[in-house]
């Protein structure tokens, strides 16, 4: 019976490390890599999912498929800025630059004039407030919930954050930020309820306890109708009665107002209003890596600096590399692709439909598309485009073809917006669109 077991003409680890397809992905690969996909190839076949005479060609495709790292490149042609599942923002040209620049060894705590040790990330910190003048310090930490949970304990261990009901949020995959504020210690002091919070409300819940008042921008969802809150204005003074700093979590980056996305808050106006310090991501809508920004008045930002678990959400030398990259060179894709301007999205839609129709797919239409902030800013806020509308089926093909592309698939079709593509890659998307509807016939 045994004899007969097929399992037992599965190939064997040492012949397949020989196949000439194998010993060329070591190049790639390091031997560990290699021989975990052999097992897995083997260990398919032993659960009898591939035949014994497969593996060789199973390993060989999984080799094939990846590079070192398993994160594929992907074109996004869903209209979504901010995409969250595709990473959010992709890097501006200066930024994957100073990336490049900063992947071997680099000054990120040495000052080469005297060879001393210097501090970590000062460049990105000058960046910082060269682009936003009403900081007079900033702290940037590993991202936008380390620094709520770094300033939440810095203020308030043991002590009261005094916060409106209508600001406990859910950032995404359930993460919410009130558990994240009390899970490094700090009390929350709830005010006001889910609609309505009114300046009383804070004031009477002020006291001996309180360690700072925070607020936070509801930056992925809107409470419409019988509503009211309390501005960052009038919670400054109540804050400097109490002696205690006023926070306020901004969430996207917007480092001053924009008027395509009129009710997303930005650093500067926070500041100017009064907040003592404000809390922001790196990679929404400023448009740089993923990182928290901290900016505020320069005792604050001290006190953050010198608490231990500073070090727990300390910033790596990449993402402060991007950073000031980011700030100090040309406008990066996120700003660009926000204010798109649908004319020309127009054109380069009408374009692909075009050479789609000379490829002998002329049913392809253009159809008007709004694209969206993404990220969880701006929620409900339109931007207004345009999309090519292909078969639903094609969708699949194209997440999975190279390059990869992935579109919206809504309402039975796959659109393919191409706000966030860059212009110079509407070629590879035409290709691999073409492709696609090739690939359906
Ligand atoms: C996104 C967001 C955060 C978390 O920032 P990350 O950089 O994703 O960690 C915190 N607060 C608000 C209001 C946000 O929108």
Redesign the pocket.
């Known amino acids: 019976m045994a004899q007969h077991d097929p399992r037992r003409a599965i190939p064997r680890t040492d012949d397949l490390m020989r196949l000439p397809e194998v010993l060329k992905a070591t190049q790639r690969l390091s031997v560990a890599t290699v021989k975990a996909r052999i097992r897995a190839a083997q260990d398919r076949a032993r659960a009898g999912e591939i035949t014994p005479d497969a593996v060789a060609g199973e390993l060989i495709g999984s080799l094939e498929d990846h590079g070192a790292s398993s994160l594929t490149p992907v074109l996004n042609a869903t209209g979504i800025v901010v995409h969250t599942n595709l990473g959010r923002a992709p890097l501006s040209p200066a930024a994957q630059q100073a990336v490049t620049d900063a992947t071997g060894y680099v000054d990120v705590e040495m000052d080469l004039d005297s060879g001393r040790r210097s501090k970590r990330g000062v460049g990105a910190r000058q960046a910082l407030l060269d682009a936003c003048p009403a900081a007079e310090d900033a702290l940037v930490v590993n991202?936008?919930?380390?620094a709520?949970v770094l300033a939440t304990t810095t203020f308030s261990f043991q002590r009261e954050v005094v916060i409106s009901r209508g600001e406990f949020?859910e950032?995404g995959a359930g993460f919410r930020?009130s558990d994240l504020m009390t899970s490094t210690g700090a009390l929350l002091r709830e005010v006001g309820t889910t609609n309505r919070t009114h300046l009383s409300d804070y004031t009477q819940a002020i006291g001996e306890n309180t360690g700072c008042i925070f607020k936070?921008?509801p930056?992925?969802f809107r409470v419409s109708g019988f509503t009211s809150g309390v501005e960052i204005s009038e919670l400054s003074t109540v804050a400097q009665t109490a002696g205690v700093p006023l926070i306020v979590?901004v969430?996207?980056g917007l480092l001053h107002h924009d008027p395509e996305v009129p009710d997303e808050p930005d650093l500067r106006s926070a500041l100017e209003a009064g907040a003592d310090l404000v809390i922001a991501?790196g990679?929404?809508l400023l448009g740089g890596p993923?990182a928290?920004l901290l900016l505020g008045r320069t005792e604050i930002i001290q006190k953050l600096a010198k608490h231990p678990l500073a070090r727990a959400v300390r910033c790596d030398k990449l993402a402060l590399a991007a950073l000031e990259a980011t700030l100090t060179g040309p406008e990066p894709p996120v700003p660009q692709y926000l204010h798109a301007d649908p004319d020309r999205l127009r054109v380069r839609a009408d374009r692909l439909a075009h050479l789609a129709a000379q490829a002998g797919h002329r049913d392809i239409g253009v159809v008007p598309h709004d694209g969206r902030v993404g990220g969880?800013g701006a929620p409900g806020v339109p931007l207004p485009g345009w999309a090519v509308a292909l078969p639903e089926t094609v969708a699949h093909t194209l997440r999975k073809g190279s390059p990869a592309v992935v579109g919206r698939v809504h309402d039975g079709a796959c659109l393919v917006d191409l706000r966030c593509i860059p212009e110079h890659d509407d070629d590879r998307l035409a290709t691999a669109v073409i492709a696609a509807l090739d690939g359906l016939t």
């Open positions: 991202n936008g919930a380390g709520l949020v950032i930020l936070v921008h930056s992925n979590d969430g996207s991501s990679d929404k993923q928290g969880g």
